[in-house]
């Protein structure tokens, strides 16, 4: 009888979690369009500045992997979340008239940074496989909410978070996604019950700092 994967686990504990995230107001709010813009507005700068620590976390997996195939996995992730997921945000910045000097001028939200202090406190104390357990939550729950918003009626199509959508549904972050998802399963292989514990709770925490940070995008909390 085959065992679980890691990842079936991590999923099944914040299940409930992410079920809160699909529901949310905002998060809907994108799928039908109505969504105030200076919500989306805040929300684009709010999370710009969180994706230079979501790298700084992937940097220090670069740093602690013990081989050069851990090395160039994390290392591919910089870029991918450097050049490729915060393309998304300067395009649409640029349509929105902001520049990038402009966002690193915002102050990040208290959710914001203690979000991102978490990630990094983990990475800085953990292994590589707490690393990527504090890693997936983020990324594999976007997958998740752009595949579900993708089968709204017309959202692919819609002319200001239709772009959005896409991005979080294409083929380019799946596959990432899926990367994610296969190392997790590989460097978690042989984890005991302490540790699975233990990366299930880094797992749901993230999970949870990811439904606090739609409702601080919501409420446009400082």
Known sequence: MNCPAVTDKLHEAAAPIWAKCLAHPFVAGIGD???????????????????FDYARVFALGVAKAWDPELM????????ATLNG??????AY???????EEQVLSVQPALDNL??????LSVAYTGTPVEIVAAILACSWSYAEIGQALARVPG?????FYGEWIQSYAGEEY???????????????REAGPEQLQRLTEIFCNCSRYELGFWDMAWEMRV
């Open 33 to 51: 369009g109505s969504l105030p813009a200076e919500k989306f507005r805040y929300f684009m700068l709010q999370d710009y500045l969180y994706l």
């Open 72 to 79: 160039r996995a994390f290392a591919a992730n910089v870029d």
């Open 85 to 90: 997921e915060m393309n998304l945000h300067r």
């Open 93 to 99: 910045m640029k349509r929105l008239g902001i520049t």
């Open 114 to 119: 203690s979000y991102t202090n978490y990630m």
């Open 155 to 159: 959202a692919l199509e819609h002319p």
């Open 174 to 188: 799946a596959a990432v996604n899926a990367g994610l998802i296969d190392l997790m399963n590989r460097l978690g």
